[in-house]
């Protein structure tokens, strides 16, 4: 079972889905946060770069708690804190200057996406939950098929935004040198969490 909040996204997986033949996967439009998903329904609960964007992380955690039997699992990655000698810190930072001074929109984003970096910050997010584990990764994010794709995906973090065809074209030039032939790629640092859910030993 998919759970995402973006129409657009939803409809993207689903056509993977049917391209490869995937048949036992289902999507639901929602916010994982508040959903209402079947109580002790699922062994595991997966993300891959999403928790961030909670606006409220304990009530998510307890919501997705709620969902998981006795003894589920969670799993999910999210940035580390970002470095000057990450390529994609360097990638967004040149952007931030192309783009001269960041919208709300801007700010809201890098300012979600940096809400659990903290290790302490997890933890606490995750109090009630056991065999809580934080472990640094070096991980290859892939941001869109080429330059231009990649530009595009970034700009769609922040909806309304306006870019003129110089800029749009100094923000590829800026993405080209990670070209290759998987698609742009960049090296980040991103923590993996996992936990346990065993609400019988709650105290």
Not at 47 to 58: E, K, L, T, Y
Not at 133 to 139: F, S, Y
Request: hydrophobic share 45%.
């Amino acid at each position: 079972m998919g759970v995402d909040l973006s129409a657009p996204l939803l409809e993207r997986a689903r056509a993977l889905t049917a391209a490869e033949g995937v048949t036992n996967v289902a999507y639901e439009l929602g916010d994982a946060q508040t959903h209402r998903f079947p109580p002790a329904g699922y062994d595991v609960v997966i993300s891959r770069g999403g928790v961030m964007f909670f606006a409220d992380h304990q009530a998510a955690f307890r919501n997705l708690a709620r969902a998981l039997r006795p003894g589920g699992r969670l799993a999910f990655v999210c940035p580390q804190p970002a470095g000057p000698d990450q390529e994609e810190s360097r990638a967004l930072s040149l952007f931030a200057k192309l783009l001269d001074a960041p919208d709300a929109h801007t700010v809201a984003a890098q300012t979600a996406m940096a809400s659990l970096s903290d290790p302490a910050r997890l933890r606490a997010v995750l109090a009630g939950w056991d065999e809580v584990r934080v472990t640094p990764v070096g991980a290859e994010a892939v941001w869109g098929r080429d330059a231009a794709d990649a530009v595009g995906f970034v700009l769609s973090r922040t909806p309304g935004r306006v870019v003129d065809a110089a800029s749009r074209r100094a923000l590829e030039d800026a993405l080209r040198p990670y070209e290759t032939d998987r698609g742009v790629c960049l090296r980040a640092a991103v923590w993996l969490v996992t936990a346990k859910w065993s609400p019988a030993v709650r105290r």
